[in-house]
């Protein structure tokens, strides 16, 4: 018997190539936009899921109460908050406390320096907190001991070559701490929140002493590993009570997520040490978007296969005449529609692994589809198909297998209306998917073009930036201005902690005029006197830093717009801020008001800011090149650096690179939207096609009657086609609204946005008419060009 219904179904496919080629086209187009979304939603969800006990770990954070401060919630906590919990709360199993060190220079005994680029920080516990694995060494000693550290191979191989690095030593950073390689650790997985390259053991020695153990700073990052059946609520409450007892800043609450939250519940969070972060509201929404794509697929089956009923209502006559079942009917039916959706999940299949190369570049991921390594997959995909086939077909095999002998085989049997009004209702749920996701596409367009267009409060372009905060460098950050700004090729050039773009560090501030019992937090940056005319920066009141006022670099201050206007000083220069306690309490006279400019995403509302100087400013350099000389100022700036700083490398980045890295999982979400959206207008289109084939194919005679009776072709193509748009224009204006909330929700993610007006709308309903326009209009065409002799002779 199955072996009949696959030659039947075979039969069909070929009898029908138009209507069999748009369903497996479709169904095909569709399950590959389901894989695709399934494969980077998977690979989200499995941030951190490489740890046994990763749902017993936690990371502390903070929300920061203090007046000045709008993005409250920050990825760090009090560097003994940690060690206190895991002292005195049971619940507790242990914990560790984890400092990113980012980029930072290792010198071996030669003089040879390479740069890390994400060199961490980490307490003796860190591998019975996190299952990383440790390839070569002992775990448990691996960081037992201050000035201990362990490699990636990678880096081992850059630093040794092919000499065992165990026992080795190495000179790390500025001050050119003498560190021995302990242990090899593999290299961390890319769907790891924490990134590392090196680890270096993290103690309360010297060094670190003071740091490690003041509570009056947030600065570090720290998790716990909590013991079985532990309520993370509990440990909370925990950390709010010793905070109670030993916190000195009253404006700080202690708070505890989920390491497996971390990756997509932290958009909102700053001080965030989160590699590839990304947010469950995109997730969501692109599952809802694959859902729906393969529901337009789903439809047009449906749509087709119950559109053409008459066509094999005498097959079906004839079966029941000699015996068929309708169950057997339904069997057949179902099963065309399985065997169509499997040719359509090879297609698919076929389609994805030839895409994921170019997938995996776009996105910045590792996806893979796992056919062979993985026994579950294929069953999987065979599941999957069969399940949507099956969904797909049951409506259609239901009417199909109900007509009755009698009526068929008599020539009596007439389509109902009830028939005509559910395709019309697909037809609309269609296309109020795809005019949703291309009002979507150009709102998400809109408001990313806003980003890129907006006026920052700075000119990003062609500022070429590298750090010189090695100790060789960082005493020759002088020298090596001066011999910077001596090139054709810059145009100025300037020192500071800090850029816009990057996390910039907070303090604790009183200005004048506010209560002692009042907490001020504040954004800082150490700047030298070239830094704002370097950037474009304006001064809105007052004067810049100067190396010919003496007492700017021990008690002169610069205060942004923000800082003025949330203290509500009308006239802030020469208004006083003051900062330390008791004895190292200074005061500092505002001698100038620097134009508010985004220094963090347009996530985030502009903070206020202040600025110290320091004629050398800091460890971040910016170098302003001549437009139309790039290339050759970054060779100059190269041969410069090598003559001033021997021995160590020079790693550069460009401005306006590091602010499009900011966005580049909100561009990446408006290309997924965009060619999704595309994804979705061709297959209803597909579907269009062959219903616009079949309502010409079966209004020939009316239409030759009318071409008798004097009717035009235009009025007749016309005719076809205003039915198609009648439903576009309702999916329309349906799809408006739905749009409307979704995309607002979105937007609300961003502190400086669009405001949302009818355009993108109108313009989604007149792309998704004229789209059904040139769709339908061929086989309207067609039909009214049909001569009606022809047609009238034959019937």
Not at 156 to 161: D, H, Q, S
Not at 229 to 248: C, F, L, S
Not at 395 to 408: E, G, K, Q, W
Not at 447 to 463: C, K
Request: glycine share 8%.
């Amino acid at each position: 018997m199955i072996r009949n219904y696959l030659l039947v179904a075979l039969r069909q496919l070929g009898r029908n190539k138009l209507y069999s080629l748009i369903n497996i086209l479709g169904f095909a187009l569709g399950l590959t936009v389901c894989m695709v979304i399934t494969l980077y939603v998977y690979d989200d969800l499995s941030f951190d899921r490489m740890h046994e006990s990763g749902d017993r770990i936690v990371r502390l954070y903070t929300i920061d109460h203090a007046a000045g401060v709008s993005s409250a919630h920050v990825g760090i906590t009090n560097p003994p908050m940690a060690p206190k919990l895991v002292e005195t709360v049971p619940e507790v199993e242990t914990g560790v406390r984890v400092s990113t060190w980012g980029q930072v220079p290792m010198r071996l005994e030669d003089e040879t320096t390479i740069n890390t680029q994400n060199m961490i920080a980490a307490g003796p516990s860190f591998f019975d907190v996190f299952d990383f694995e440790v390839l070569r060494g002992d775990a448990a000693a691996a960081l037992s001991e201050p000035e201990q550290m362990l490699l990636t191979p990678t880096l081992a191989k850059r630093l040794f070559g092919d000499e065992d690095p165990i026992g080795k030593t190495v000179e790390i950073g500025g001050s050119r701490t003498a560190v021995q390689v302990t242990g090899i650790v593999a290299e961390c997985p890319n769907n790891s929140h924490l990134q590392y390259d090196a680890i270096v053991s993290l103690h309360e020695t010297e060094n670190f002493q003071q740091w490690l153990t003041q509570w009056n700073s947030l600065s570090i990052t720290a998790y716990l590993l909590l013991k079985p059946g532990t309520d993370p609520m509990q440990v909370e409450e925990a950390a709010k009570q010793i905070w109670a007892e030993n916190g000195e800043v009253d404006v700080w609450e202690p708070k505890v997520q989920p390491l497996l939250d971390i990756h997509l519940h932290s958009s909102h969070m700053l001080y965030d040490n989160n590699f590839a972060k990304s947010d469950i509201d995109q997730v969501y929404a692109l599952l809802v978007i694959g859902g729906f794509v393969l529901l337009i697929a789903a439809f047009n089956f449906m749509n087709l296969s119950t559109a053409r009923s008459l066509n094999r209502a005498r097959e079906v006559g004839m079966r029941k005449v000699v015996g068929a079942r309708r169950s057997q009917m339904i069997g057949q039916f179902l099963g065309e529609s399985i065997l169509t959706t499997l040719i359509a999940m090879t297609v698919a299949v076929v389609a994805v692994e030839v895409l994921l190369p170019s997938l995996n570049d776009f996105f910045r991921k590792s996806l893979e589809l796992n056919l062979i390594g993985s026994p579950t997959t294929l069953p999987i995909l065979i599941g999957i198909a069969a399940l949507v086939g099956v969904l797909a077909g049951f409506y259609p095999a239901i009417v199909l297998s109900s007509f009755r002998p009698s009526t068929v085989l008599k020539g009596e049997y007439r389509r109902g209306k009830g028939g005509s009004r559910l395709r019309q209702a697909l037809v609309i749920g269609q296309f109020v998917v795809s005019a949703g996701l291309i009002a979507s596409t150009l709102i998400v367009s809109q408001q990313l073009h806003f980003i890129r267009t907006m006026n920052p409060g700075y000119d990003r372009e062609n500022v070429l930036t590298f750090t010189a905060g090695g100790n060789q460098s960082a005493e020759l950050r002088p020298v090596l201005l001066e011999e910077l700004q001596k090139l054709p090729e810059v145009v100025s050039a300037s020192a500071s902690w800090n850029l816009p773009g990057r996390t910039h560090g907070r303090t604790g501030v009183e200005p004048e005029g506010t209560s002692e019992d009042e907490t001020w937090i504040v954004s800082q940056n150490v700047i030298d006197h070239r830094f704002l005319a370097n950037l474009d920066i304006g001064l809105v009141e007052g004067r810049n830093f100067s190396t010919e006022f003496g007492s700017d670099t021990t008690s002169s201050i610069l205060i942004n717009e923000a800082v003025a206007r949330t203290l509500g000083w009308d006239d802030p220069v020469g208004m006083h801020i003051f900062q330390g306690q008791d004895s190292t309490r200074q005061e500092f006279t505002v001698v100038g008001v620097v134009q508010d400019f985004q220094f963090a995403s347009v996530r985030h509302e502009i903070e206020p800011m202040v600025f110290w100087y320091s004629p050398i400013g800091g460890g971040t350099i910016a170098v302003r090149l001549a437009a139309g000389q790039v290339n050759e100022g970054v060779e100059a700036v190269e041969r410069v650096w090598n003559e001033v700083v021997s021995g160590e490398p020079f790693e550069y980045s460009f401005l306006d690179d590091e602010f499009n890295d900011l966005y580049q999982d909100d561009r990446n979400f408006a290309s997924v939207v965009r060619g999704f959206s595309v994804l979705a207008i061709v297959i209803a289109c597909l579907g269009l096609l062959g219903l616009s084939a079949y309502a010409a194919e079966s209004r020939r005679k009316e239409i030759a009657v009318r071409k008798v009776l004097g009717s035009g072709e235009g009025r007749i193509l016309g005719m076809l086609a205003v039915e198609f748009l009648k439903l576009v224009l309702i999916a329309s204006v349906i799809a408006a609204p739905l749009a409307y909330f979704g995309m607002q929700r979105w937007l609300e993610e961003f502190v400086y946005r669009i405001d949302l007006t009818v355009i993108p709308f109108v313009l989604a309903a007149l792309i998704a008419m004229a789209i059904t326009m040139l769709t339908v209009s061929w086989q309207a065409w067609r039909a009214a060009r049909t001569r009606p002799a022809m047609v009238l002779r034959a019937e």
